[in-house]
């Protein structure tokens, strides 16, 4: 486990800082493999997990979504055959959270144990 994936998320509110460019280098480090997308000038974390059917990748985007309502905090996810696409930003301040990073880390724990991944 890493450091990101044992922080709790705290409230974010809409005054809430975003991630600072002296803090992003650090925390994109402990979530290899996620992206960088820059969507209506907003940032956000982005993630395409692979499976070998739907019902794998539906199964995965359930276990995602537990998680993120356990905290409150959702994400986008699109559900293909075969391939989920996960991205975590947060809505209230238009940008990435320290929140945002911390759900990386856990989705990429929950993909750890998901069935069906390639």
């Known amino acids: 486990m890493t450091a990101l994936n044992q922080s709790q998320c705290e409230a ?10 002296a803090e992003l280098p650090d925390l994109l480090k402990q979530i290899p493999d996620w992206n960088i997308e820059v969507r ?4 956000q974390l982005e ?6 059917n739907f019902k794998f990748a539906l199964a ?12 409150g905090h959702h994400p986008g ?6 391939k989920v696409t996960v991205t975590w930003w ?7 959270h320290r929140n945002d990073f911390i759900m990386a880390s856990r989705t ?3 993909a750890k144990s998901a069935e069906g991944r390639k």
């Open 47 to 52: 993630k395409v997990f692979l499976f070998k």
């Open 108 to 110: 990429d724990e929950v």
């Open 12 to 21: 974010c509110r809409a005054d809430a800082p975003q991630v600072s460019d």
């Open 40 to 43: 209506d000038g907003v940032m």
């Open 60 to 71: 995965f985007t359930n276990a995602v979504g537990e998680i993120a309502e356990a905290e």
């Open 77 to 82: 996810l699109l559900t293909e055959w075969g």
């Open 90 to 96: 947060s809505h209230s301040i238009k940008g990435l």
